[in-house]
C-alpha cells in the first residue's frame, strides 16, 4: 500500500529561507515540480536547479518559455503554467497567499486544493494562511520559520538622501521611470524592475544592482514576490496602487511582502517612505516589524469542473457559486470577460459547436493579454486565432511572419521597444502551446530570438536613459574615499578614472556640458579632490611662463594662451591697475596667491615698457613748480590732454618749464598737449584698457585700428574716448591728433576772414575728399561754403604759342612760356557745354548759433584760431614776430616723429608780393599786358576765369 502524501505548511515572514527549503527538498526526490508566482522568480530558481543538476534533467515551463529537456526530472514552472497529472514524487507551491489576491488567486486556490506529490507536498509562504489551510487541507502540518534578520522602520527620507543597496517602489510604469531619471542626475543612475519586463531584460538589469554597477533599484511591486537581491532598504513612493478596478491602499501585510525584501540572510533591513507619502500608521509599522498580520479570512475560487457541451454551459460552470465559507467566487477575470465576448462572434459561435472546439475556444481565451490593449481588440485577436486553429489544424505560417517579423525591429525609445516586447509575448505563448504551430520548433526558436533582441535593446535603453556610468564611478569612489587619478590632455580635456569630466580651461575647471546641475556637482566633487595635484602643477608652470605666453585684453581681461587667468580692476593710481585672479575655489589659495603674484608681475612691467615715456615725466624729480604740475596733469590724463582743458595751465607756463617738459617728448600742440610715442599702437591699446578702469566704464571701447588717419566717429562714445584713442572727433569722423597737428600747422598763415580753399596737401594729410574733408573742418569749428566754376584744362606753352596767329598773342605766350604749365579755358561751343569743378572756400565760423559748438570745441581741442593766436604769444618772439607754439627745429625731432622734414636753406623763396595760392589745383600764371587792338589776344583774355 502506497505511502500517503505529507502535506507541510512551511510559513513565515520573508528572508526565512522558505524557497531555499523547498529547492533543496526537491532535489532530494527522484522528481519534483515547484510553482511559482513570477516567471521572473521561476527563472531564478530554474537557474540554481541547472547548477545544481545540470540543464539535462531540469526543465523550465512559464507562458512564454518552455525548456523541455528528453529526460527531464525537474520542473520549474509559473503556477499558471503547472502541467496537470505529472505524478511527481515532489510538489511545492510558492506564495501560497496569494489565493486571496482578486486577479489570480483563483489559480492559487485551485492548487491549493488540488495539487499534491506522491510523497511531499510543500506550500509555502505568509502566516496569515494558517487558519484557511488547516480549513481546507485536512492533515497538513504546519512549519513556522522565523526570519533571519531584524527588518526597522526609519520613517521619511529623500531620494537624495537614500543610502546605498536601496530599492525605490513605486506602482506605475511612469513613476518607476521619473524617479528611477532623478537618481540618474543625482547618483549616477539605478537598476529598473518590472513585471512587465521580460525575464533576459530583467536579469540584465538586476545584474547591474548585483554587481555593484549602480547602488539603487527602482521597481514594482514584482520585487515582492520572492525575487532575493542584495537590498538593505526599501522606501516607498506611494502606498496606494490600482488594481485592475480601483485606487486602494496597500494592506500592512502586502506592505511587509515588499519591505520585507530588505535586508538578506543575517544583515538587518530598513524601510521607509519617500517623496510625498505621509508616514506609515503606527499599527501598520508595528505589525510590519513583528510580522504579526490579520488572517486570511476568504480565499478566491472558481470552479474547475468545467463542462464543455457548449459555449453557454461553460460560462455556466466557471461561474458557478460555492457554499465553502473559505472560497468566495472570482470576480471576472480575463479568460472569462475574453470568453464572453467571444461568444459574440458569429463565425466563432458557428465553429463552437461541440465539446473539442469548445475546449479548443477556451485554451485560445486563455492567452494572457500581454499588450494590455483592453478587452474588445484582445478579442478580436483570440478570434481571428481560435479561426484559424479550428478550419486550418494551426496558425498559418504566413500569417504567423508577418506579424513576427513586423516587430523584429530594435530601433526606438523605451516605450517603444516595450511595446514591440509585450506584442512578441503573444506569439511567444502561441508558439509555445503544443499543436498551434506547425514546424514548432522553427517558430518558437524564431519568437525567442525576437523577445531576446528586443529585450537586450530594452536593457540597452533602459541602461542609457536611467544610468550614467561616469556619475556612478565617480559618486562610489569618493564614498569609499578612495583615491581619484586625474589626467589633463594638452587640450586641457580632463578625464578622473578614464572617464570624461570636463575641461580645464586656465584654472577654472568646466564641466562636461552634457552633465546636468545635478550631474555637475558630482563631477565637481570628484574632480575637485583628483585635480588638486594637477592645481599645483600647473600653476608652477604659469608661474614661470614668459611674457611673451600672457597678454591683457581690450575688456581687460587677463589671458594666458588661449584660456581667461584674471581680469583687470582699477588701482589706487591710474597707471597702477590691479589683478583679479580666475582660480577654483578648490584649487586652494596657495594656487591663487601664485597665480595672483605672476600676473601683477606682468601687468606692472607691461605698463612699465609701453608707458615709459609716461612714467619717466611723473618720476622726473627735477621738475618743479609749474612743470611738475603739469606732469602730474598728464599722467592722470595718460599722456594726451586737449589743449583747451589746460589753456590757462599751458600759458602759465615758462619758457625753462616748457624746454623742461618738451625734454620728456611733450609736444604743445595748436589742439592737444601729448606724448608722441604714446600714439603708437601698443600705448594705446593700453592706454583705454587703463582709462576705461580708472572710469569705471562697464564696458570698455576698443582701439581704433592702427595706421589710419581718420575713423568714422562712433555714436554714444564715452567723453573723452576720442583723445585716449589719440584722435579728435571732427563731425562725421575723428582725426588723428598728430595729423591733425600738422593741418593745422598748413592752416596757421590762411586768412580765415577772406576764407581759404583746400590745397592738395591738405587732402593728403587727411586722406579724404573734397566733400569729406569739408565736412571734418565743419567738425572742427570751419564754416564750409561749396561753389562751382569752370574746369581749367592745363595746356603746354608750346601749343598756345604754335596756334597764335599774331604778334601780340606771341607775346603774351612767350611771357607765359616762362611756367611749365599754363591754365586755359575749354572752348565752349552750344555742342560742348563747359565743364565745371566744386571747391570749397573755409572761414572761421564765429557765429552766434554756433558758440555752444565751438565752446565743446574748445574743452576738446580749443577754437583754431585762439590757439593759434596763445600759441604764438606763448613762443619767443623771432625777429620780432611771434614764431608759433612749436619747438625748434633741432627739437622737433619731427624727421623721427613722421613730422614735416626741415626747411633747406637752398629752397627758393616764395616772393612775398605774390598772390598766395588758395587752391590745390595749379593757379594761372600771371598775365601780360594785352593791346586792346589785338583781337586774338582780346579773345583769349575774356577765357580767363574772373
Not at 481546507?136 to 513556522?144: E, K, M, Y
Not at 505563448?429 to 537586450?456: C, F, M, N, P
Amino acid at each position: 500500500m502506497p505511502t500517503p502524501s505529507r502535506v507541510t505548511a512551511v510559513l513565515g515572514p520573508t528572508n526565512t529561507g522558505k524557497t531555499h527549503y523547498a529547492i533543496e527538498r526537491m532535489l532530494g526526490y527522484r522528481t519534483g515540480i515547484i510553482g511559482l508566482p513570477l516567471r521572473l522568480l521561476a527563472r531564478e530558481v530554474y537557474d540554481r536547479i541547472v547548477a545544481a543538476r545540470g540543464p539535462s534533467v531540469v526543465a523550465l515551463v512559464t507562458g512564454e518559455e518552455r525548456i523541455i529537456p528528453d529526460r527531464v526530472q525537474y520542473w520549474v514552472c509559473t503556477v499558471e503554467a503547472m502541467p496537470d497529472g505529472m505524478g511527481c514524487d515532489f510538489l511545492a507551491i510558492d506564495e501560497i497567499q496569494l489565493c486571496a489576491d482578486p486577479e489570480r488567486g483563483h489559480i492559487f486556490t485551485d492548487r491549493l486544493l488540488h495539487a499534491r506529490g506522491l510523497h511531499e507536498t510543500l506550500f509555502l509562504g505568509s502566516e496569515t494562511m494558517r487558519p484557511a489551510i488547516a480549513a481546507l487541507v485536512p492533515g497538513a502540518q504546519f512549519v513556522r520559520r522565523e526570519r533571519f534578520s531584524k527588518l526597522t522602520y526609519t520613517g521619511a527620507q529623500k531620494i537624495a538622501r537614500m543610502p546605498e543597496r536601496a530599492a525605490i517602489v513605486a506602482f506605475s510604469t511612469d513613476e518607476v521611470y521619473a524617479i528611477a531619471e532623478y537618481i540618474r542626475r543625482t547618483r549616477g543612475g539605478a537598476a529598473v524592475v518590472m513585471g512587465a519586463l521580460s525575464p533576459r531584460t530583467r536579469n540584465a538589469q538586476v545584474a547591474m544592482f548585483q554587481s555593484g554597477e549602480v547602488d539603487y533599484l527602482v521597481a514594482t511591486d514584482a520585487i515582492g514576490m520572492g525575487l532575493n537581491l542584495d537590498i538593505s532598504h526599501v522606501a516607498f513612493s506611494a502606498l496606494r496602487k490600482f488594481d485592475g478596478q480601483r485606487m486602494r491602499n496597500l494592506h500592512a501585510d502586502e506592505l511587509a511582502q515588499i519591505a520585507g525584501r530588505a535586508g538578506r540572510h543575517l544583515s538587518p533591513g530598513t524601510f521607509g517612505v519617500t517623496g510625498d507619502v505621509t508616514e506609515m500608521d503606527e499599527e501598520d509599522v508595528a505589525a510590519i516589524e513583528a510580522h504579526m498580520f490579520r488572517p486570511v479570512s476568504r480565499l478566491q475560487w472558481r470552479n474547475a469542473r468545467l463542462q464543455f457541451g457548449s459555449v453557454k454551459r461553460l460560462i455556466q460552470t466557471l461561474e458557478e457559486k460555492t457554499t465553502n465559507p473559505w472560497l468566495g467566487r472570482v470576480r471576472e477575470s480575463d479568460d472569462l470577460a475574453a470568453l464572453k465576448a467571444m461568444a459574440g462572434h458569429v463565425e466563432v459561435m458557428a465553429r463552437a459547436t461541440d465539446g473539442k472546439s469548445v475546449q479548443l475556444l477556451w485554451d485560445v481565451c486563455r492567452i494572457p493579454d500581454f499588450r494590455g490593449i483592453g478587452r474588445g481588440e484582445h478579442a478580436a485577436m483570440l478570434a481571428t486565432i481560435f479561426n484559424f486553429l479550428h478550419q486550418h489544424g494551426a496558425v498559418p505560417a504566413e500569417y504567423l511572419s508577418q506579424q513576427v517579423q513586423r516587430l523584429d525591429r530594435t530601433d526606438g525609445n523605451i516605450d517603444t521597444l516595450a511595446k514591440r516586447l509585450a506584442h512578441i509575448r503573444t506569439w511567444t505563448y502561441v508558439s509555445q502551446r503544443k499543436g498551434w504551430v506547425r514546424e514548432e520548433s522553427h517558430w518558437r526558436d524564431e519568437t525567442r530570438a525576437i523577445e531576446d533582441r528586443l529585450s537586450d535593446a530594452l536593457h540597452s535603453a533602459l541602461t542609457q536613459r536611467f544610468v550614467d556610468r561616469r556619475t556612478s564611478v565617480l559618486a562610489r569612489r569618493l564614498k569609499q574615499k578612495e583615491v581619484l587619478v586625474a589626467e589633463v590632455s594638452d587640450k586641457g580635456e580632463v578625464t578622473v578614472e578614464g572617464e570624461f569630466v570636463g575641461r580645464l580651461e586656465g584654472f577654472r575647471f568646466r564641466a562636461d556640458k552634457a552633465a546636468t546641475p545635478d550631474e555637475a556637482k558630482t563631477l565637481r566633487q570628484a574632480t575637485a579632490v583628483a585635480l588638486a595635484p594637477q592645481f599645483h602643477l600647473r600653476a608652477d608652470r604659469f608661474y614661470n611662463a614668459p611674457d611673451t605666453e600672457i597678454d591683457f585684453t581690450e575688456q581687460g581681461g587677463l589671458m594666458w594662451g588661449e584660456h581667461a587667468v584674471g581680469k583687470l580692476v582699477a588701482g589706487s593710481e591710474p597707471l597702477r591697475p590691479q589683478v583679479v585672479v580666475f582660480v577654483d575655489e578648490e584649487a586652494g589659495s596657495d594656487v591663487a596667491q601664485k597665480v595672483q603674484r605672476r600676473l601683477q608681475h606682468f601687468i606692472d612691467r607691461k605698463v612699465a615698457a609701453t608707458m615709459e615715456p609716461l612714467l619717466a615725466l611723473t618720476r622726473d624729480e627735477a621738475l618743479t613748480g609749474l612743470a611738475r604740475g603739469f606732469a602730474y596733469r598728464m599722467g592722470e590724463n595718460f599722456g594726451i590732454i586737449p589743449r583747451g582743458e589746460v589753456a590757462d595751465e599751458v600759458k602759465a607756463l615758462d619758457q625753462e618749464a616748457r624746454s623742461a617738459l618738451r625734454k620728456h617728448g611733450i609736444r604743445f600742440g595748436q589742439m592737444t598737449v601729448f606724448q608722441p610715442l604714446l600714439l603708437k599702437p601698443a600705448p594705446t591699446r593700453l592706454r583705454l584698457v587703463l582709462w576705461s578702469l580708472f572710469k569705471g566704464l562697464s564696458e570698455f571701447p576698443d582701439a581704433p585700428p592702427p595706421g589710419l588717419v581718420t575713423v568714422p566717429a562712433i555714436d554714444g562714445a564715452p567723453t573723452g574716448y576720442y583723445a585716449m584713442a589719440g584722435y579728435r572727433a571732427a563731425g562725421p569722423r575723428a582725426i588723428r591728433i598728430d595729423m591733425l597737428e600738422r593741418l593745422a600747422d598748413m592752416l596757421r598763415d590762411k586768412d580765415s576772414k577772406g576764407g581759404f580753399e583746400a590745397t592738395a596737401d591738405m587732402l593728403s594729410i587727411t586722406g579724404l575728399s573734397l566733400e569729406q574733408f569739408a565736412a571734418l573742418m565743419e567738425g572742427i569749428g570751419y564754416r564750409a561754403e561749396k561753389a562751382e566754376r569752370p574746369k581749367v584744362r592745363p595746356v603746354k606753352a608750346a601749343e598756345a604759342s604754335s596756334e597764335a596767329p599774331i604778334a601780340d598773342a606771341t607775346e603774351v605766350v612767350a611771357d607765359v612760356a616762362a611756367e611749365p604749365v599754363v591754365e586755359a579755358t575749354a572752348e565752349i561751343t552750344p555742342e560742348a557745354p563747359a565743364e565745371v569743378e566744386v571747391f570749397y572756400t573755409f572761414t572761421w565760423d564765429s557765429r552766434p548759433a554756433r558758440r555752444d559748438r565751438a565752446e565743446g570745441q574748445r574743452r576738446r581741442g580749443g577754437n583754431p584760431a585762439a590757439a593759434r593766436t596763445d600759441a604764438r604769444a606763448d613762443q619767443p618772439a623771432r625777429d620780432g614776430k611771434p614764431a608759433g607754439d612749436r619747438p625748434r627745429r633741432e627739437n622737433r625731432g619731427e624727421g623721427k616723429e613722421g613730422g614735416r622734414p626741415p626747411r633747406g636753406k637752398g629752397k627758393p623763396q616764395r616772393d612775398k608780393q605774390a598772390p598766395r595760392q588758395t587752391s590745390f589745383e595749379a593757379q594761372p600764371a600771371r598775365a601780360a599786358k594785352v593791346d586792346p587792338d589785338n583781337p586774338f589776344a582780346m579773345a583769349l583774355a575774356g577765357f580767363k576765369p574772373k
